[in-house]
């Protein structure tokens, strides 16, 4: 077994979410397409990028490329179960027929990158129904791993009511010239249900409007 990659290859793979050791999975001569090991988190509207990539380096201009929803259920109507794809990369040009609807000019390969291996995919203005499983796979590629699995998370907003946020720029108000800011969160915490994803999302909105509002 031998470690194919460059250490600043590694660097990058980390900065992108790959695992850190990757290529002690390799041997001389395999390629493998890995994804990210890690969940990528977003809030509903923003644009997302779901790392997948062939490693080693390999040019992957001419092959196909598929990303698609496991977790998905196949339309019933459709008699044939064909396989509809959040995108769909052949003959070096995106095939729109075979998509599914949402996603229709919201998704985007790095077409310079694949060349280098890069597959990975942009999805903008993401919703909530985007969240879930999604498979990268190459099936021409000579490996016995051609495919890999990316989770896209989009953690269940926090939905302020006018009130409540009109309650809250009276808070930021008196609490800006205040030493100790954690006023401000102890009194936010009585008008709001906390859990763990939304507790993330108010803290970084009371974040932007007592700093930067």
């Given amino acids: 077994m031998a470690c194919l990659m460059r250490k600043e290859d590694i660097f990058e793979n980390v900065r992108l979410g790959f695992q850190q050791d990757v290529c002690l999975y390799f041997s001389s001569g395999h390629y493998h397409v890995v994804g990210s ?9 923003d644009d997302v990028i779901l790392p997948c990539r062939v490693e080693p380096k390999f040019n992957v201009a001419g092959l196909t490329v598929e990303w698609s929803r496991p977790d998905r259920r196949p339309d019933p109507n459709d008699r044939l179960s064909r396989v509809d794809y ?12 075979m998509k599914i609807p949402s996603y229709v000019g919201r998704t985007a390969l790095f077409t310079d990158g694949l060349r280098e291996g ?13 969240e879930g499983r999604y498979r990268c796979f190459i099936p021409k590629l000579k490996s016995q791993i051609q495919s890999s699995i990316v989770h896209l998370i989009l953690p269940i907003s926090v939905k302020l009511k006018q009130k409540t946020k009109k309650y809250l720029s009276h808070l930021v108000s008196l609490t800006r010239n205040k030493k100790n800011k954690f006023f401000l969160l102890r009194h936010v915490c009585r008008v709001l249900d906390f859990f763990s994803a939304g507790l993330i999302l108010l803290t970084n909105w009371v974040h932007q409007h007592l700093i930067y509002g």
């Fill in 118 to 130: 890069n597959i990975s995919l942009r999805i903008t203005n993401v919703t909530q129904e985007d």
């Fill in 37 to 45: 090991l890690q969940p990528i988190l977003a809030a509903p509207g």
């Fill in 86 to 97: 959040v995108h769909l990369y052949r003959d070096t040009r995106e095939v729109p027929d």
